[in-house]
């Protein structure tokens, strides 16, 4: 997916302004979920999405939603993984 095409996206979902994330700096094996809608797009390298049930492999060019409340965790085992991530508040 393109820049152009998440940013069309991003918009008419309603999420904010995105920001970079470097996986393999930050990282985070363990289980969590976040208060709000998150949404990214991969730009460099790749991680695994874990979730309760499944994984998701993410490389350069993908994009996914992940829902406020969906337990998950970014594992990257590469050395390079960074996204453009946004939020979207979710009402309540």
Not at 33 to 44: N, P
Not at 54 to 66: F, I, L
């Amino acid at each position: 997916m393109s820049r152009t095409e998440f940013d069309r996206i991003r918009n008419e979902g309603g999420y904010d302004e995105p920001y970079t994330v470097d996986f393999a700096a930050r990282g985070n094996p363990d289980m969590h979920a976040h208060e709000f809608d998150a949404v990214l797009l991969m730009t460099s390298g790749e991680f695994t999405l874990k979730f309760e049930a499944n994984e998701q492999q993410m490389r350069t060019g993908d994009m996914c939603v992940v829902p406020a409340g969906t337990l998950h965790a970014e594992v990257c085992t590469t050395g390079q993984a960074t996204a453009l991530a946004a939020a979207r508040p979710v009402s309540a």
